[in-house]
């Protein structure tokens, strides 16, 4: 995947979060880093995202910690990658996300069809790379890390440095001027602009994957910023089980914010439901979330075995 998508308006945190890095240096001071790796490791927002990982990426390779204080296997593998961020002493950053409060980069887990948290995945000259998902033991992890780099290295995205180091990336491969219109567009937090782009690259290519997948992760950003507060959204999901506008809602925040299963299982509940025209609904809803993820995700493939049982 080329370049880190970004579903959120981001331009002005971005300016406040230069202009905070830009006092911090004046003042001696760093980033705010983990305790394990000092400023090895940076806990990251939807709103610093681009500034920590995305620029950062561009002069050294990035590994971005996917947790949530609810999971324990979170909390084995956090430190583990604390602990050798600051072993590596800036070859490589960590940042860490936590995905229950920042729903626009749990979606980044959606678009690489993981399956739940801990993830990791590395960011390198801009691109979001799938890594690791799953806890492991040190030793693993340590060599996991070095095979990936190695991995790089071979497929040119990341050149021999010095002694063997990570080094500049090379230069950025060529893509499609309307797909990179696209993600310029939800760089600066133009949604429309970028929903616009791809619907011309359908236009063109109606079975174009990255262009249906950007398309489809816009316009789950666009509704789930039109519902205002998606805490409210779930209460009235909750409240409402036979309104199936409700059970939409639903069901786009708990997508936006990486509960999968869980925004699948409602609207195959809704449609097991409901009848007619509301029935229709929420099929047709959950189809355009099954278009979120890649077909031969096995969330995707259990949820559509589910929807025939509903159905038939």
């Given at each position: ?25 004046a ?89 739940g ?6 960011v ?6 799938p890594f ?13 890390i070095?095979?990936l ?34 993600e310029?567009?939800?760089?600066r ?33 666009l509704?789930v910023q ?12 909750q ?8 059970q939409?809602?639903a ?7 990486g ?33 979120l ?10 949820a559509?075995?589910s ?6």
């Amino acid at each position: 995947m080329h370049g880190a998508i970004d579903l959120g308006a981001r331009q002005a945190a971005t300016r406040k979060q230069q202009e905070r890095r830009a006092q911090a240096q004046a003042g001696g001071g760093t980033a705010p880093a983990g305790a394990a790796g000092g400023q090895y490791v940076v806990d990251v927002t939807d709103e610093t995202f681009n500034i920590e990982v995305v620029e950062r990426s561009q002069s050294v390779p990035v590994l971005v910690d996917f947790w949530a204080d609810w999971c324990g296997p979170c909390k084995q593998l956090g430190p583990i990658l604390e602990n050798l961020a600051a072993e590596a002493a800036g070859k490589w950053v960590l940042a860490k996300v936590d995905v229950d409060a920042n729903p626009q980069l749990a979606a980044y887990m959606q678009q690489m069809g993981v399956q739940g948290i801990p993830f990791v995945a590395a960011v390198v000259a801009g691109q979001l790379l799938p890594f690791l998902n799953g806890a492991a033991p040190e030793p693993q992890v340590r060599q996991a890390i070095d095979q990936l780099f190695e991995a790089l290295r071979k497929e040119g995205i990341l050149p021999d440095g010095p002694e063997g180091e990570p080094g500049e990336p090379s230069a950025q491969p060529q893509i499609d001027p309307g797909l990179a219109e696209a993600e310029e567009a939800l760089q600066r937090g133009d949604l429309n602009a970028a929903k616009a782009a791809f619907e011309r690259l359908l236009a063109q290519n109606p079975r174009d994957p990255q262009a249906k997948q950007g398309l489809g992760l816009v316009d789950l950003s666009l509704r789930v910023q039109a519902l205002g507060d998606p805490q409210h959204a779930l209460q009235e999901g909750q409240a409402k089980p036979g309104d199936v506008r409700a059970q939409i809602g639903a069901a786009d925040v708990e997508m936006m914010s990486g509960r999968v299963d869980e925004a699948f299982a409602r609207l195959i509940a809704a449609v097991r439901a409901g009848a007619g025209d509301d029935r229709d609904a929420a099929r047709k809803h959950l189809l355009s979330l099954f278009d979120l993820l890649p077909p031969d995700d096995p969330r995707v493939g259990k949820a559509r075995r589910s929807l025939q049982s509903a159905l038939f």
